[in-house]
């Protein structure tokens, strides 16, 4: 069983930063990849950013060029660095983990998670 524990979130205006964290109870490298997803209100739950143990990512369109993910194995810590927050990137944010290699590479499909954490709410105005 792994445990993932998410923090950082908060209230930001737009164009405000924020930086979560997640702190898992296994090595973060040996997940073979990890992923932040997000899900506001009346909608799905949707893939935000992922990194493979190699160190290759994935974002979201709506995302790219403003979250930035990393991890430091040293800590056990994945962390979603996010820039220039929009009003849309409201929504309840969420760290994953597989319990499987998979195909490979970072992965933006819940599918292919089988471990979550709590989520942080994250809240931004105009």
């Known amino acids: 069983q792994v445990h993932l524990v998410e923090s950082g979130g908060g209230t930001v205006q737009a164009g405000g930063s924020l930086r979560l964290s997640c702190v898992s109870s296994k090595s973060t490298y040996s997940h073979y990849f990890m992923g932040w997803f997000r899900q506001a209100p009346g909608k799905e739950r949707e893939g935000v950013a992922s990194i493979h143990s190699s160190g290759h990512t994935s974002y979201a369109d709506s995302v790219k060029g403003r979250f930035t993910i990393s991890q430091d194995n040293a800590k056990n810590t994945l962390y979603l660095q996010m820039n220039s927050l929009e009003p849309e990137d409201t929504a309840m944010y969420y760290c994953?983990?597989?319990?499987?290699?998979?195909?490979?590479?970072?992965?933006?499909?819940?599918?292919?998670?089988?471990?979550w954490g709590q989520g942080t709410q994250v809240a931004v105005s105009s």
């Open positions: 994953a983990a597989p319990d499987r290699r998979w195909f490979g590479s970072p992965s933006l499909t819940p599918f292919h998670y089988t471990y």
